[in-house]
């Protein structure tokens, strides 16, 4: 059966959806959502259950600040064996 939501509940799921498009489509440029957007945008099935903390602020915050280290070049790999990598981390 399908969720029923309140007309607060609806705005939310709005901004919600608003921001999951922001992310996927401008990820440097985008917030992650609250607590609630995530709890009910999982309940709408716009976002999985168990993925909800990757769409929450917190953890995209940390995604945007390792997408601009990787374009400012502050970051390295990949690598294709374990060498390699102790290697970079020797150097």
């Given amino acids: 059966p399908a969720a029923k939501f309140s007309p607060a509940e609806q705005k939310i799921l709005v901004r919600a959806q608003a921001k999951i498009e922001r ?33 929450a602020e917190e953890w995209q915050k940390d995604i945007r600040a390792a997408k601009r280290d990787i374009q400012a070049g502050r970051a390295c790999g990949p690598f294709a064996t374990a060498e390699e990598l102790i290697d970079s981390l020797n150097a």
């Fill in 23 to 55: 992310i996927q489509n401008d990820l440097l440029n985008s917030k992650g959502l609250t607590v609630k957007e995530t709890e009910l945008a999982s309940k709408a099935g716009l976002i999985d259950e168990d993925q909800r903390y990757f769409w």
